[in-house]
């Protein structure tokens, strides 16, 4: 897997260092609701489908080496999966009550290590031995920690970025690569509060319509909020909201509407 790479487009000293600070046998509980919405519309016709997941996940620093590369196992503590089909149908699972058709694939996953990483200071994760909860190449896309910090002193207007490469996996593709870059800026520092915005965009035109639409759920944008004195990210609000015209002709036109939220959990 492609470590991210960053830029620093500005690069000043004072203040605290924006960066993760594990500690071994730390354990780290966020909780995250994120909804979308996917709409192809046709004419005078239309079909959506809805999604609503709801987890509840347990990071555990499990080693720490001598150049701060922690090793980190996520857990699911809870879940819950609701998708709305266009003819109206509803799938559900919930961990609290498992049953229906999804019970057999995804209550395996609540209470049992779906992922075992290592990551840097900064968030990047450097190797993926183990995930049973969506494919490897995810944690590219979906750093453990949404952020993937720049390590220096904080100051307002700061700005930096990461380039990475985002693998269309079946049924969006085949295993296309498309780079994209995030764009971070610092918002606001506040004694140790820190507002991050991101912007995630491709980093050349897409092809076609096609393509964008393969991985616009990819290119959120939204804030984030880091504790210094903790050296964690403590809540995340991201959203995507495109529509792409003319994408199977003349009147057609695909909408994707998601918002993510994380918070973590304090103990």
């Known amino acids: 897997m492609m470590c991210a790479v960053l830029v620093l ?4 000293s004072t203040g605290q260092d924006l960066s993760n600070r594990f500690k071994t046998g730390q354990i780290i509980i966020y909780h995250v609701d994120q909804e979308s919405l996917a709409t192809d519309i046709m004419g005078e ?30 857990r699911l503590l809870a879940l819950v999966v609701e998708t709305t089909r266009p003819n109206g149908e509803i799938l559900k699972f919930d961990s609290n009550k498992p049953e229906g058709p999804l019970k057999d694939s995804l209550a395996p996953l609540v209470g049992s290590t779906v992922a075992k990483l290592k990551v840097d200071r900064l968030g990047r994760v450097l190797e993926v031995t183990d995930s ?58 506040e004694k140790d509060k820190v507002v991050l915005d991101l912007e995630t965009s491709p980093l050349k035109p897409f092809k076609n319509p096609v393509e964008e639409a393969s991985i616009l759920q990819l290119m959120p944008k939204g804030t984030i909020n880091f504790d210094l004195q903790r050296g964690l990210m403590t809540s995340a609000h991201l959203t995507i909201d495109k ?18 939220k994380e918070t973590l959990v304090d103990k």
């Open 132 to 189: 049973k909860f969506g494919k490897p190449t995810r944690y590219e896309t979906e750093p453990p920690f949404v952020a993937v910090l720049h390590g220096q002193k904080v100051v307002p207007g700061q700005t930096w970025n990461r380039n990475y490469f985002a693998v269309l996996e079946p049924p969006a593709g085949t295993g296309e690569k498309i780079e994209l870059v995030q764009n971070y800026i610092t918002r606001s520092l």
């Open 9 to 12: 487009l500005a690069n000043f």
């Open 243 to 260: 529509v792409i015209n003319e994408i199977a002709g003349s009147g057609s036109s695909y909408q994707f509407k998601s918002t993510y």
């Open 45 to 74: 016709n239309s079909s959506s489908v809805k999604n609503r997941t709801r987890v509840t996940k347990e990071w555990k620093v499990v080693d720490l080496d001598g150049n701060n590369i922690a090793t980190i196992e996520m």
